[in-house]
């Protein structure tokens, strides 16, 4: 179940260095609104995972270190049937994005043309802020081999 709420305050760690995901010639998915979250923010239909890969590149997995930091996590062979993700279209694209209160990436990192935020099937919690911005938190369950898409635009205080 997707429940939005007004989020409590997130920061990026100091030192923090950006993640440059696998880019895409075009869009893998098209979108198709299914539920709305409130405030302009759409979640759209789930997608098949994007195994379009060349050669021996791999997805990069998110998930929590044993020192408690949200990062890739070193990388194993990864599956689209072991994982899945999701993936923002959503303007500010510079809006800083949390998944289970950790700081991952800016949200326009993840968008329709480059490879989804991959995670571990199971529940976490989504978080975009922006200063000057209405901030937007959700819990989103996680499907093996499926992208969630999400779209909108966050609204201004």
Same mark, same amino acid.
């Given at each position: 179940?997707?429940?939005?709420?007004?989020?409590? &305050?997130? %920061?990026?760690?100091?030192?923090?260095?950006?993640? +440059?995901?696998?880019? %895409?010639?075009?869009?893998? +998915?098209?979108? #198709?609104?299914?539920? #709305?979250?409130? %405030?302009?923010?759409?979640? *759209?239909?789930?997608?098949?995972?994007?195994?379009?890969?060349?050669?021996? +590149?791999?997805?990069?997995?998110? *998930?929590?270190?044993?020192?408690?930091? +949200?990062?890739?996590?070193?990388? &194993? #062979?990864? #599956?689209? &049937?072991?994982?899945? *993700?999701? &993936?923002? @279209?959503?303007?500010? $694209?510079? $809006?800083?994005?949390?998944? @289970?209160?950790?700081?991952?990436?800016?949200?326009?990192? %993840?968008g329709p043309n480059s490879e989804p935020l991959t995670l571990e099937p199971g529940q976490h919690r989504i978080a975009i802020q922006r200063d000057g911005y209405r901030p937007?938190?959700? @819990?989103?369950?996680?499907? $093996?081999?499926?992208?969630?898409?999400?779209?909108?635009?966050?609204?201004?205080?």
């Amino acid at each position: 179940m997707i429940r939005p709420y007004f989020s409590r &305050s997130y %920061f990026r760690p100091y030192g923090w260095e950006p993640y +440059y995901p696998f880019r %895409f010639g075009r869009p893998y +998915y098209e979108f #198709s609104p299914w539920l #709305s979250l409130g %405030f302009g923010i759409w979640c *759209g239909y789930p997608v098949p995972y994007p195994w379009v890969y060349l050669g021996g +590149y791999q997805p990069t997995v998110f *998930g929590v270190y044993p020192d408690g930091g +949200y990062q890739p996590l070193p990388g &194993s #062979s990864v #599956s689209t &049937s072991t994982y899945g *993700g999701v &993936s923002f @279209d959503i303007q500010p $694209a510079d $809006a800083n994005l949390f998944v @289970d209160g950790q700081y991952v990436g800016v949200v326009g990192t %993840f968008g329709p043309n480059s490879e989804p935020l991959t995670l571990e099937p199971g529940q976490h919690r989504i978080a975009i802020q922006r200063d000057g911005y209405r901030p937007m938190e959700w @819990d989103v369950t996680i499907e $093996a081999g499926q992208v969630i898409p999400y779209r909108g635009v966050l609204e201004r205080q």
